[in-house]
């Protein structure tokens, strides 16, 4: 008896329509954004990101950004959103391998590498949000009142860029290391590197760090600051494109032309970036910083306010105006012919040799010239206040800062008796941030010294109604203004007690 067995047909195989891995890829990049971005670290990062900018910014620069410097200030804050993004990618793309789905995963239309992309994808939209604070954080400093100069777009690319690279790394390590704790000891590697060893503060290989934050002691004219922003923006880009291809080959897209292509372009555009980053600063650059810091008088843009010109770099135009302020407070309370002396305000600024910079510049000689620096508000106001009328007083910056008399006093007073609070004015003036005894007192130039007595003499000046201590100063003028006046005659002068304290110079 024979039977008779009937096979099944074969299932036919099954085919996607067109764009349909696609759609797939898309479906699944929305899913994986969405639960990147609301992942408890991604979550904290982002709070503790959004939190310290806003209560840095708003007091930032004490209200005076000067943009160039504003943009660089951009740059730190999303490395902890970064390293969050590395440690949330990485533990995305391991979930199915911790919960055994993946050999599930290889049976669906979706491919290996498509699943990359989404996750690639993911990333993005995260730098992308980073990208949207760092321009707000900047349109914040832009739109302040004092506000000058010129910010670099590539500077503010490095934030998200630095993002997108971090979590590309993320990405790429799950599809070499399979191992659920090799990101968390890969950041806990990274803050030890950067923290202990680094890289060195003066070679170009501190540029391959993604956040190189030059201090800025100076602040400088925008096109002088020499960084090669662009060019490690454009290292960073390829960078973080390098990998993200790196982590689609892995993935099994090897044979995909646009990947292959795609990788060897990212990795000419990174070691485009390199070799523009390890240049150093431009001679063009260098020799622009020798003029402005030798003959910024070819640089300067002049308008007159009344008896005094104001000569400032051109971005620093907008500003004259708080300078005139200043000046005109001071001389409002001088006497004898000081109220209406030729004046010359002139910006100056040390640049020969960078952003960390700290050199004194030399007082000026000729008569009636006052420097004024880059950076305003803050101590930066009371400092000029004391140079215009040590000006006002002596007659040149030179002379000022050799005082050693009671003119001091005559000065300290017409700097700080029209200021909102005088007291704290003198704190901020005073290297050591005391109002009693003998001092330093800061200036964009050389310092000078108040001695214990003329810190008294001036208190009890301060002490006294603005108007009444006025009509004092104006009425003694010639002798309170007398080169080496003593500080007890400057007391008989303004009918005031004998100091008590020490009266010698160092």
Not at 288 to 297: D, G, K, N, W
Not at 338 to 347: D, E, F, M, S, T
Not at 453 to 459: D, F, G, K, S
Request: hydrophobic residues 45%; glycine residues 8%; neutral net charge.
């Amino acid at each position: 008896m024979t039977t008779a067995t009937t096979l099944a047909p074969a299932p036919a195989p099954v085919t996607s329509p067109p764009g349909a891995s696609r759609a797939a890829v898309l479906a699944l990049a929305r899913f994986e954004t969405r639960r990147l971005l609301t992942r408890v670290p991604v979550l904290v990062a982002f709070a503790v990101y959004v939190g310290w900018t806003v209560w840095r910014t708003r007091v930032s620069f004490d209200g005076f950004p000067a943009l160039q410097d504003a943009d660089r200030a951009t740059q730190d804050g999303p490395l902890l959103v970064g390293l969050a993004v590395l440690l949330s990618a990485n533990h995305a793309v391991l979930r199915s391998r911790r919960h055994d789905t993946e050999r599930h995963l290889d049976v669906l239309v979706l491919p290996r590498w498509g699943r990359t992309v989404a996750h690639l994808v993911s990333v993005a939209a995260a730098a992308l949000v980073v990208g949207v604070c760092v321009g707000g954080q900047f349109a914040w400093e832009a739109l302040k009142p004092g506000a000058v100069g010129h910010g670099s777009p590539a500077e503010l690319l490095v934030g998200p860029l630095s993002v997108l690279l971090l979590g590309a790394f993320g990405v790429l390590l799950a599809r070499v290391v399979t191992a659920p704790f090799a990101a968390p000891l890969l950041i806990v590697l990274m803050l030890f590197l950067a923290t202990f060893l680094g890289f060195s503060s003066d070679g170009w290989t501190r540029w391959l760090m993604p956040s190189v934050g030059t201090y800025s002691v100076v602040t400088l004219p925008s096109g002088l600051i020499g960084r090669p922003a662009v060019w490690h923006a454009l290292y960073l880009g390829g960078l973080a494109l390098t990998l993200m291809t790196a982590a689609v080959l892995l993935s099994g897209g090897a044979r995909l032309r646009t990947a292959q292509a795609a990788v060897a372009g990212a990795v000419a555009l990174t070691l485009a970036g390199v070799v523009g980053q390890s240049r150093g600063v431009p001679e063009s650059v260098t020799e622009a910083r020798v003029r402005a810091s030798v003959t910024p008088e070819k640089l300067h843009t002049c308008v007159e306010r009344d008896a005094t010109t104001y000569c400032a770099f051109p971005e620093w135009e907008p500003r004259t105006g708080d300078w005139a302020r200043v000046v005109d407070d001071v001389r409002a309370l001088a006497g004898g012919d000081a109220r209406n002396r030729p004046l010359a305000v002139r910006q100056r600024v040390e640049a020969r040799y960078g952003l960390d910079a700290d050199a004194t510049l030399s007082p000026l000689t000729r008569p009636g010239d006052v420097t004024v620096g880059t950076a305003w508000g803050g101590n930066r106001v009371p400092e000029f206040a004391v140079a215009v009328a040590g000006v006002l007083v002596t007659g040149s910056e030179a002379t000022a800062g050799e005082v050693c008399d009671g003119r001091m006093v005559t000065v300290m007073w017409l700097a700080l008796a029209g200021r909102p609070d005088p007291l704290a004015d003198l704190r901020r003036v005073r290297l050591d941030d005391s109002d009693t005894g003998s001092a330093l007192v800061i200036s964009q130039t050389e310092p000078s010294q108040m001695t214990s007595a003329q810190t008294e003499l001036l208190r009890e000046l301060l002490d006294l109604p603005r108007e009444k201590a006025a009509a004092k100063v104006k009425a003694g003028w010639p002798e309170l203004t007398a080169p080496k006046v003593t500080t007890d005659r400057v007391a008989q002068v303004l009918g005031l007690e004998k100091p008590e304290g020490e009266n010698e110079c160092l």
